[in-house]
């Protein structure tokens, strides 16, 4: 399923670099898929690069965060990760709050991002993610693919009832206005639903359009729910110019 998706978003583009624009630049499909060489994770499998303290890129995508003093715990926005359920079942080291909520058996080695919602919003970074090149050109989203972590997953069993709901929004802006903004549950509990998302499950984001930044906001019926969720491939239309 995941495959597919990035697939025919990927087709989707390709139609496009193939038409005849003017100038110089290029045009191409971005899958911010995290999969950096050359990093180490802590023991808890997360990983704080602090030689730069507001964040990570991924090609021309910039992923914000704010980190405490010394540089070795989360304040807020993303974090990268590398928690998946490793083959032989060991999870002793692996943090709840950084670990996908996957299926067992699934093999270590991806990494993915974890985003933080500090509820005091003065420790958050001003934007989640950025795309910095508007001047020179544009950046379309698609979507990408979320998941909970183990620790909202066990909270929610353990919590919610009948009409509790979870949700992810996304809100693009470009030149200071709102391009558009889209909602994904990651549990809902209403009267003809009783699920919590258990894998990578895409969430499309077409309808932000073209954007500079774009803020992420969990928003939950029920108080006390840890403000995480993970994301991976991110999928954008990419056009510079030169």
């Known amino acids: 399923m995941k495959r597919f998706f990035l697939i025919a978003l990927a087709a989707l583009t390709l139609t496009s670099c193939l038409e005849t624009g003017s100038g110089m630049g290029q045009k191409y499909s971005l899958i911010a898929s995290f999969q950096y060489s050359g990093i180490s994770f802590k023991s808890d499998s997360t990983f704080v690069n602090a030689k730069d303290t507001i964040g ?89 693919y979320l998941t909970n972590t183990v620790e909202v997953a066990e909270y929610v069993k353990a919590n919610f009832t009948l009409g509790d709901r979870l949700t992810v929004k996304a809100t693009g802006y470009l030149n200071g206005q709102k391009t558009g903004e889209t909602e994904m549950a990651l549990a809902d509990f209403s009267a003809q639903k009783d699920s919590i998302v258990s894998t990578w499950t895409p969430f499309e984001l077409v309808k932000l359009g073209s954007v500079e930044y774009v803020d992420f906001e969990i928003i939950s019926s029920k108080p006390g729910v840890p403000p995480y969720f993970c994301m991976d491939s991110m999928v954008a239309e990419i056009n510079l110019e030169y």
């Not at 405490?68 to 080291?93: C, H, Q, T």
């Open 56 to 144: 990570f890129s991924f090609d021309v995508l910039n992923f914000y965060h704010t980190l405490n003093y010394d540089l070795s715990r989360l304040e807020g926005g993303f974090l990268l990760s590398g928690a998946e359920m490793p083959k032989s079942g060991d999870v002793s080291r692996l943090m709840k709050t950084y670990r996908a909520y996957v299926p067992a058996g699934l093999s270590s080695g991806n990494i993915y991002t974890v985003f933080y919602q500090n509820p005091d919003n003065s420790k958050m970074p001003a934007h989640d993610v950025s795309f910095p090149y508007t001047v020179n050109g544009t950046c379309t989203m698609g979507g990408c």
